[in-house]
């Protein structure tokens, strides 16, 4: 095959890729944020302790991440039917995707959240702050550089579920290399693909490490912080004295 005719071939599939995974990632962040967070707040402790509630939430989350992803497009073709009238293409593909992806998500921000300190919880809490401005001033925006890597490596998994998803109809670069290196033994374009996913994941994780570590230079914050950090200090000090 030559560069002519596998040019337009490499094109569609790169557009198709980033289309499931673009779509994918909006949709596992919208899930997944709430979902960790929510693991952070109902646990032992949480602001919204209900233990009951974070076993419940944590065995689903822990029983949709241990399925194999190649499992989970099988078992969720009639939920993706009904969504997206079709269970092939690039838009049903976006489906258990995304599905796959919000409990895997949702375990990486618990465990960005888990890491703030605890300090300026209590220091909202001090000022009369209620549970969602604990979530909406420190929770967040303190976790951020956290949750900007755990976006990366959201990013960066789904790239390889889509192209398991391409062994199943759903195009992009997975379904390049399986039918036209694999089946149709054209190995050079096989291994342009594999240099094409390398070099896009490479540049996604430069991207994503080089936004957390802006983030963590400038303290990860969003304006309010400082002030938490000063008062939590204040504090202590009045304390010690």
């Not at 980033?18 to 967070?37: H, R």
């Not at 889509?162 to 199943?168: E, H």
């Not at 190995?187 to 540049?203: D, F, G, K, P």
């Not at 994503?208 to 912080?225: C, E, I, V, Y």
């Amino acid at each position: 095959m030559t560069w002519s005719e596998m040019q337009p071939l490499l094109e569609q599939a790169c557009w198709d890729t980033l289309y499931m995974v673009g779509w994918s990632t909006l949709i596992a962040v919208a899930g997944g944020l709430p979902l960790g967070i929510l693991l952070v707040l109902t646990d032992r402790g949480g602001l919204l302790q209900n233990l009951v509630a974070n076993r419940v939430i944590g065995q689903v989350v822990n029983i949709a991440r241990s399925m194999p992803f190649i499992i989970l497009i099988v078992a969720l073709m009639g939920f993706t039917r009904t969504i997206t009238g079709t269970t092939i293409g690039r838009e049903a593909a976006i489906v258990p995707l995304a599905v796959g992806a919000i409990p895997f998500f949702a375990r990486l921000v618990e465990t960005a959240v888990r890491e703030v300190d605890g300090g300026l919880v209590e220091a909202v809490q001090a000022m009369g702050g209620n549970t969602w401005t604990v979530v909406r001033k420190v929770l967040v925006p303190e976790a951020l550089p956290s949750l900007i890597s755990s976006t990366t490596t959201t990013v960066v998994a789904l790239i390889g579920y889509s192209a398991m998803a391409g062994t199943v109809g759903a195009g992009g670069l997975g379904d390049i290399a399986i039918r036209y290196g694999y089946q149709r033994f054209e190995t050079e374009l096989m291994w342009i693909t594999v240099a094409i996913l390398a070099v896009v994941i490479s540049l996604i994780q430069f991207a994503g490490d080089f936004a957390a570590r802006s983030l963590h230079r400038r303290g990860g914050n969003s304006g309010a912080s400082p002030k938490l950090r000063l008062l939590k200090a204040s504090t202590a000090t009045s304390k010690t004295v």
